[in-house]
């Protein structure tokens, strides 16, 4: 299994983890899951007003940041994305901490994130489902079911 962790760091120098299992790493698909882990990150960073600090992975990655400049960078305040095993329909759940909440799309009034939305957070959806597989059976796909804005208190 290629386990991936991006740490993420908030305004008051707390940090959370956003971890995400991948396929298992061979020398012939290295390259490519590298690749998707990249975009990834990217996507990641799209949605979050914190700063991702490292990425914990095959090659242990280190993104020197400094502290994010927006008070409500808080690792308190999370998005708790749930995703499912495309075979078992095993529903898992992945936190993603210091969203960018100003630039996603609510569904309604509800607290659930947009996932179509054409922007930023179909991104995410679309990078997360490229790389991620289930925890516990890393050959099976995993298809994103929903974000919802929590909060916690850790």
């Not at 740490?7 to 298992?24: C, L, M, N, P, Q």
């Amino acid at each position: 299994m290629s386990r991936n962790v991006f740490t993420i760091i908030d305004r008051s120098e707390e940090r959370s983890t956003h971890d995400v299992a991948g396929a298992t790493l061979t020398a012939a698909n290295y390259d490519a899951q590298e690749a998707l882990l990249v975009t990834l990150k990217s996507a990641l960073d799209a949605i979050i007003i914190g700063n991702v600090e490292q990425r914990v992975s095959s090659q242990g990655t280190f993104y020197a940041v400094g502290v994010p400049s927006d008070p409500y960078a808080q690792r308190e305040l999370k998005l708790l994305v749930r995703y499912q095993n495309d075979s078992t329909a095993k529903i898992y759940r992945v936190e993603v901490a210091c969203p960018k909440l100003a630039s996603l799309t609510y569904e309604g009034t509800s607290d659930f994130i947009l996932l179509a939305d054409a922007g930023i957070m179909a991104a995410y959806v679309t990078a997360f489902e490229a790389f991620a597989r289930a925890p516990d059976d890393v050959t099976q796909t995993v298809t994103v079911l929903s974000a919802q804005v929590i909060g916690r208190n850790l």
